[in-house]
């Protein structure tokens, strides 16, 4: 691919670095500098094809750390506030009736909606298979979760092992992680495998954690309503099982997080593990206020999913941003664009090369069509469910709008 310069009127490379009249140069996928004068963009022009998007505002493409896209085409079909297990159950039902190839054009639906609101990266937790194989030609960048689970039978334990261990065929913009599903429904031998083959292969681990009262309840004691569906308890936290398999660490990603116990939040912020907050799925089983300022406190990384169509209304970030904000009234614009972008980039394991716009970054760039002209004010439409996307590119190729859409 040739080298390309990207322009437009403002450039937010991250919540800190404003560019207005700049441009960024990109080549092999990947940013080469930024170009903050017209005289160096009259230079970077002679050496590339410049493609200006007019008044839009330039950012890094948002990082949705947590979703289901398989499960894409199950919106509007799971009732609202019902009770977990019911939902669970109703869930399993439907994605059942969709089968594989329903699933998978599911997958890629999602995948384009993703795009379609300025998501270029996403933790995506494959349970059926259906995402690995199916959006291996999306233009999305996803760290694919692989989901592993027994449900504490031993008889099924192997094939959940033999899944997690399973080769994974290389693809450009799909990189292997591991999801045990959650403490209660893996048991100890299929952790330990997991933690074993997430150390050998250097692969981050995704886990729903501390989701609800009733799976806190069945690993401390063994009771409430979990318990005539499960086997014996291990009388232990969820947190304190992870730290035994040697999970708890900087590769580890703790979804929802919604009932953090006492020393909990200290436990992860020193571990440097990340909490992601759903807040979309939070709303949609009226759930008690989120605890995110006893994270913030305490120094722990906090990033933003979606989860899936199946307990939420989009999957688009900006607006899982604008309900983060509408319950967190306090919490500043920048604060919530890094949860959106570098935190959960961090998170899947990118580092410093998503989520930000900066030399050797992935050119992963977003064209938003908004009415603010400074930092603070695109930052707080963006952050408020504003702005509109106007074309997203990924490794620098366009890849949304395509001809059709």
């Given amino acids: 691919m040739s080298a390309r310069v990207l322009t437009a009127a403002c450039l937010l490379a991250d919540a800190d670095t ?7 140069l990109v080549a092999r996928g990947r940013v080469v500098r930024l170009v903050s004068t017209r005289a160096s963009l009259r230079r970077a022009a002679r050496e590339a094809v410049v493609v200006d998007s007019g008044m839009c505002v330039l950012t890094p493409g948002l990082v949705n750390a947590h979703a289901h896209l398989e499960l894409s085409g199950l919106g509007g079909r799971l009732a609202r506030n019902e009770p977990f297990g019911a939902w ?18 599911d997958a890629r ?17 494959d349970t059926t298979g259906a995402a690995e194989h199916s959006l291996r030609r999306s233009p999305l960048r996803v760290r694919l979760f692989r989901e592993v689970l027994d449900a504490q039978q031993p008889e099924r334990t192997p094939r959940a092992i033999a899944r997690a261990r399973a080769a994974f065929p290389r693809a450009a913009r799909m990189r292997l992680g591991l999801a045990p599903h959650s403490l209660y429904s893996v048991s100890p031998a299929l952790l330990a495998a997991v933690a074993q083959t997430a150390r050998r292969r250097a692969l981050p681990v995704s886990v ?16 409430g ?3 005539s569906l499960l086997g014996p308890s291990p009388r232990a936290s969820g947190l304190e099982l992870l730290e035994r398999a040697g999970l708890l660490g900087a590769g580890l990603v703790l979804v929802h997080g919604n009932l953090p116990q006492r020393g909990e939040v200290r436990r992860i912020a020193a571990a440097g593990a990340t909490v992601v907050h759903c807040p979309g799925s939070h709303g949609w089983f009226a759930r008690p206020p989120f605890e995110i300022e006893r994270y913030l406190r305490g120094g722990v990384r906090l990033a933003l999913g979606s989860d899936s169509m199946a307990s939420n209304d989009d999957l688009d970030l900006g607006r899982e941003m604008a309900l983060l904000r509408a319950a967190h009234p306090g919490l500043a614009p920048r604060s919530v664009w890094e949860m959106a972008t570098v935190a959960g980039a961090h998170a899947l394991g990118h580092g410093q090369e998503a989520g930000a716009l900066h030399p050797g970054s992935l050119a992963d760039i977003v064209a938003w069509n908004v009415a603010g002209r400074s930092r603070q004010a695109v930052l707080e439409e963006l952050t408020s469910g504003g702005g509109r996307v106007e074309a997203v590119w990924i490794a620098g190729a366009l890849v949304w709008p395509r001809a059709g859409d």
Avoid at 109 to 125: E, F, I, Q, S
């Fill in 208 to 223: 729903h954690w501390s989701e609800t009262a009733a799976e806190l309840e069945w690993l401390r004691t063994g009771g």
């Fill in 109 to 125: 639906r999602g995948a384009a909606r993703c795009l379609a609101t300025g998501t270029t990266l996403v933790g995506d937790v």
């Fill in 18 to 24: 404003w560019i207005e009249g700049g441009g960024i």
């Fill in 225 to 227: 309503a979990l318990a």
């Fill in 88 to 105: 669970v159950a109703r869930l399993l039902e439907l994605r059942e009736a969709r089968g594989a190839r329903g699933l998978a054009r």
